[in-house]
């Protein structure tokens, strides 16, 4: 069993999207561009309205996943497949673009912290064209694991000492965990072989992966570590807890063409899905109670 070694630390990027939400960007920028099969991920947080509420308005999306997992705060959610709803504290949306989708992402909670994290993962081409999908799970139904010294795994998607994720059956086979261990506490979980992983670190400090002198990469909150090939991650707290998402999907090793919230495998097909959109046929009315 191999320990997986630190490949890098990134200092995510602060940027703005949507119609102007402040948000830190640690995939999807000049520095790392991709970690297949993800494509994107974003950490919003802020206890200041003016940095959220603008929000999401209505866009589309093609040949992508996007999972959003809420810390904290509430967004209504709408989108062209007919699903509406309110994404709240520690609830994951996990969303297939399929060949199309139209939805907006609208906070609805104008006091208080907002906190939450978005994720693209890509689709292979044989899915890129698929039917849209969605599924939302609320907080409750997230399994939970805790050990004996009092480390806490939320389980989003994978399998977590024996226990399976709120979400399964998606091509890239990704695990998605929220972990949370107290001081001087160590943690460990098997990723497979050949699987891009990457931890965020959202509160605290840890350190991460051993090296030869077993000291492992001392990480401070906010970070993304991408971690190199192995078997097993390793994370040891000293004298501050931490809290951090650990995420593994398997490299799809395909072309990726992106343009905004399409992805694709060529620039043709991005050529035709800027058509579509241009002529109004992208496959996917605003709003099924509003067409
Ligand atoms: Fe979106």
């Known amino acids: ?29 000049h520095t790392l561009d991709h970690l297949d099969p993800f494509l994107l991920f974003d950490h919003f947080g802020s206890d200041n309205p003016d940095d959220y509420m603008a929000g999401f308005p ?8 996007t999972v959003t997992y809420m810390i ?85 998607a994978g399998t977590a000492n024996g226990m399976r994720g709120a979400v399964s059956d998606i091509a890239a086979d990704p695990s998605y965990f929220d972990v949370s261990m107290p001081a001087g506490t160590t943690f460990e979980q098997p990723a497979e072989r050949g699987h891009s992983v990457f931890a965020y670190v959202f509160e605290g400090a840890a350190r991460f992966g051993m090296d030869e002198n077993q000291a492992g990469h001392h990480v401070q909150a906010t970070r993304l570590v991408v971690f190199e090939d192995g078997d097993v991650v390793r994370v040891e707290t ?14 799809l090793g395909e072309p990726i063409a992106r343009y905004g919230p399409f992805v694709m495998n060529t ?15 992208f496959p996917a009315p605003p709003f099924p109670d509003e067409t």
């Open 238 to 251: 000293d004298e501050k807890p931490v809290r951090f998402l650990l995420l593994s999907g398997k490299p």
């Open 72 to 156: 904290s705060g509430a967004v209504d959610h709408r989108d062209s497949i007919g699903n509406a709803g309110t994404i709240e504290d520690g609830d994951i949306q996990w969303m297939t673009a399929g060949h199309g989708i139209m939805h907006e992402e609208m906070p609805s909670r104008s006091e208080g912290v907002m906190e939450g994290f978005q994720l693209w993962v890509n689709l292979p081409a044989r899915l890129k064209m698929t039917a849209p999908r969605y599924r939302s799970v609320p907080s409750g139904q997230i399994p939970e694991t805790e050990t004996e010294g009092g480390v806490r795994t939320r389980i989003i």
């Open 267 to 281: 620039e043709e097909e991005i050529y035709h899905t800027l058509q579509e959109i241009r002529s109004g046929s």
């Open 58 to 65: 209505l866009h589309p999306h093609r040949g992508i996943e």
């Open 1 to 29: 069993m191999q320990t997986r070694k630190v490949l890098k630390v990134i200092e995510p990027q602060t940027t703005s999207d949507g119609a102007g939400v402040r948000l830190k960007r640690s995939i999807g920028t």
